[in-house]
């Protein structure tokens, strides 16, 4: 079993920065990839941006590139989003996940955080 611990969510005004950190207790090969997921009030649960553990390659959200940065620290387990350039549409609950790959569907990840909540206001 992995558990993931999130924070560094928070309230900013629009064109602001937030910093999300997720530590997980372990890696095993069912959490090579790990990343950051987000589902807004009334909407489904989209992918942000995910990095493998071992050859670094980086998925991004359309919506997000070019303001958002994920990073990685193999030797403390963690992940982080550097959120850039925040906008209003970026409001959300940001959950970090870990799963053996990058998918597309939630589903398909084996970890879950609790979840931390970024507001962005106008």
């Known amino acids: 079993q992995v558990q993931l611990v999130e924070s560094g969510g928070g309230s900013v005004q629009a064109g602001g920065s937030l910093r999300l950190s997720c530590v997980a207790s372990?890696?095993?090969?069912?959490?090579?990839?790990m990343g950051w997921f987000r589902q807004a009030p009334g909407k489904e649960r989209e992918r942000v941006a995910t990095?493998?553990?071992?050859?670094?390659?980086?998925y991004y959200a359309d919506s997000v590139q070019g303001r958002f940065t994920i990073s990685q620290d193999n030797a403390k387990n963690t992940v982080y989003l550097q959120m850039n350039s925040l906008k209003p549409e970026d409001t959300a609950m940001y959950y970090c996940?870990?799963?053996?790959?990058?998918?597309?569907?939630?589903?398909?990840?084996?970890?879950w955080g609790q979840g931390t909540q970024v507001t962005v206001s106008s």
């Open positions: 990095i493998l553990r071992r050859s670094g390659s980086i």
């Open positions: 996940a870990a799963g053996a790959a990058s998918y597309g569907d939630s589903r398909l990840y084996n970890y």
């Open positions: 372990r890696y095993t090969s069912g959490s090579n990839c």
